[in-house]
C-alpha cells in the first residue's frame, strides 16, 4: 500500500518536476554564460557551459526549441549535431539528458548526465542536479542523496543550492528516510524561501514529508 502510494505521488509530481528541470534547459541555452538557474537578476559563469563554435550553439539552441515543443526525437537530433561538432560540451551533454529523461528514457539520461559531469571534472553542477532528480525517478535514492550531497558540498550559489536541497530531500522522501527529508525541508525553508520556485517546493516538500510520516 505504501509503495503503490508513493509510485501514484512520484507520477502525479512528474510534470511538476519536469517543469523545474526544464527551466533548467532553458537557461543552459545561453551561449557564453548561464543566469542563475531561477534568478534572472543573478548570473553565474560554470566551466563548459561555452561554446568555441557558433553553429553548435544554433543546434543546441535549436534542440532546446524543438525539446520544449514536445518534439523529442528531432530535439535530440539537434542536440546529437550540436555534439558532433563539440563532441565534449557538457551543455549539449545534459541537454540531451534532459531530452531524454523528457521523453521518460532515464537511463539514458543519466548516462549523458554522468558523462556530461565527468567531462567537466566534476564542476558542471546542473548535469548533477538533473541527475540527481532523475534517480528519484529510478528508484535509486541512495544514488540521488550522493550526488546531491556533492553539489551541496562544492556549490555556493543559492539556485542551485536551493535545488540541490530540494532534490535531496526527494530522494530522502523517496527512501521513507522520513526524519532527514524533514531537515532538509526545514533547512530549505529557512535559507532559501523566496529564492525562484522554492517557496513552490516548500509546499508540495511539506505535503511529501506528513505521508511520509503517516505511512512510516
Not at 548533477?128 to 532528480?133: D, E, G, L, S
Request: proline fraction near 1%; aromatic fraction near 12%; charged fraction near 25%.
Amino acid at each position: 500500500m505504501f509503495t503503490l502510494i508513493y509510485l501514484k505521488v512520484a507520477f502525479m509530481n512528474f510534470k511538476y518536476y519536469t517543469l523545474l528541470v526544464f527551466l533548467l534547459l532553458i537557461q543552459l541555452s545561453c551561449k557564453n554564460k548561464i543566469q542563475s538557474i531561477l534568478n534572472d537578476k543573478t548570473e553565474t559563469s560554470i566551466p563548459g557551459d561555452f561554446y568555441e563554435n557558433l553553429e553548435a550553439s544554433d543546434l543546441n539552441e535549436e534542440g532546446i526549441r524543438l525539446t520544449k515543443n514536445g518534439q523529442y526525437a528531432k530535439g535530440m537530433n539537434a542536440f546529437l549535431a550540436s555534439l558532433e561538432i563539440e563532441p565534449n560540451n557538457p551543455t549539449t551533454l545534459s541537454n540531451l539528458g534532459l531530452n531524454r529523461f523528457l521523453n521518460r528514457d532515464n537511463k539514458d539520461a543519466i548516462k549523458l548526465y554522468q558523462k556530461a559531469f565527468k567531462i567537466s571534472d566534476s564542476t558542471y553542477h546542473i548535469a548533477a542536479i538533473n541527475m540527481a532528480h532523475t534517480y528519484f525517478y529510478e528508484e535509486e535514492y541512495y544514488k540521488g542523496i550522493e550526488i546531491a550531497d556533492y553539489v551541496i558540498d562544492n556549490n555556493n550559489d543559492e539556485n542551485i543550492l536551493s535545488i540541490a536541497f530540494v532534490h535531496r530531500a526527494l530522494n530522502y522522501f523517496g527512501n521513507k528516510d522520513c526524519a532527514r527529508a524533514n531537515m532538509d525541508l526545514n533547512y530549505i525553508s529557512a535559507n532559501y524561501k523566496g529564492v525562484g520556485n522554492t517557496d513552490r517546493h516548500i509546499l508540495d516538500l511539506q505535503e511529501k514529508v506528513k505521508m511520509c510520516w503517516e505511512y512510516n
